[in-house]
């Protein structure tokens, strides 16, 4: 591959290089993500692919957003060195079929991967595929896909890869909305009502004390059903682990994750809820 050749031309001039890996659609969220890598690396690479084998439900697959040349005017502004926009037989050359599985543990059960089956294997196989062909120094993802980015850590020690993940904080809208690819389906009075999943992250923040938690998540779910929202989850969860805690220390570092439909839309969104 041309660009793999590239890169390593850089990497042997001592550059370092940032990778960022999309689906495309790009908006302020995954500009920061570009602006992180580029203050700190020599070379920015930004791949857009829409990965077939994450998406567990093929309609929403099918439905979702492209955005192509939107996307290389915002990379073109950005100053971004770098757009990889592979077709899907460079990434899987043999098909989809046999493609390798990864041993996750239990974060493939839980959460996203208990709502979504098949989708963090599918997500290893691409970031697997592309951490090959990019061999960047430094990996730049979203806390907003919190789970994703404790996947994508396993796979970096499983696949015993140098290249360091970054973590970046969640960009939102002025009043709260998680900044999501997805949300440009949504109807303006859909887009009001998702709002209540912020809302309800903040609550459990603001409002969390040691001991049980029940009440904190029944009250929420209830407030995300107020709004027409249909929940997949909404749980408080140990950081590191994402293991579900109903009766808290005061000491454990605590996550609130949340999954909700409005209509078709499925919106994800998360709070560190403490340090
Ligand atoms: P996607 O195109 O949705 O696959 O996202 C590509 C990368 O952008 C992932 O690492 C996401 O976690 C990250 N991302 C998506 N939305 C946001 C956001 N609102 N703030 C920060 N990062 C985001």
């Not at 979504?116 to 595929?129: E, Y």
């Not at 859909?190 to 029940?214: C, F, Q, T, W, Y």
Request: charged letters at 20%; proline letters at 5%.
């Amino acid at each position: 591959m041309e660009l793999a050749g590239y890169i390593i031309s850089c990497k042997a001039a001592g550059k370092k290089t940032g990778f960022v890996p999309t689906m495309g659609a790009l908006h302020p969220g995954h500009q920061s993500l570009l602006e992180s890598s580029m203050l700190s690396t020599d070379l920015t690479v930004c791949s857009i692919f829409i990965n077939p084998t994450q998406f567990n439900d093929p309609a929403d697959f099918r439905r979702y957003p492209l955005t192509i040349e939107q996307d290389v005017y915002l990379l073109e502004q950005s100053g971004v060195d770098i757009l990889f926009l592979p077709e899907v037989n460079e990434i899987y050359p043999n098909g989809t079929g046999q493609l390798p599985q990864y041993d996750l543990g239990n974060l493939e059960d839980i959460l996203e991967g208990k709502y979504r089956p098949g989708h963090f294997q599918g997500v290893c196989q691409v970031m697997h595929r592309l951490l090959d062909v990019v061999q960047p120094n430094h990996l730049y993802m979203g806390q907003k896909d919190y789970q994703q980015c404790l996947v994508v850590k396993r796979l970096i020690q499983m696949i015993e890869s140098n290249v360091v993940l970054h973590t970046c904080p969640t960009v939102r809208e002025s009043d709260g909305l998680a900044m999501s690819s997805r949300n440009m389906r949504l109807t303006e009075q859909d887009r009001k009502k998702a709002l209540a999943i912020h809302d309800v992250l903040k609550n459990i923040k603001e409002n969390i004390r040691p001991g049980s938690l029940g009440k904190l998540i029944t009250d929420g779910r209830m407030k995300l059903e107020q709004n027409d929202l249909v929940p997949d989850y909404l749980e408080i969860a140990h950081a590191s682990s994402l293991q579900p805690v109903t009766n808290w220390d005061g000491n454990a570092p605590l996550i609130a994750l949340a999954a909700a439909y409005i209509h078709e839309v499925r919106l994800i969104d998360n709070m560190r809820l403490n340090d």
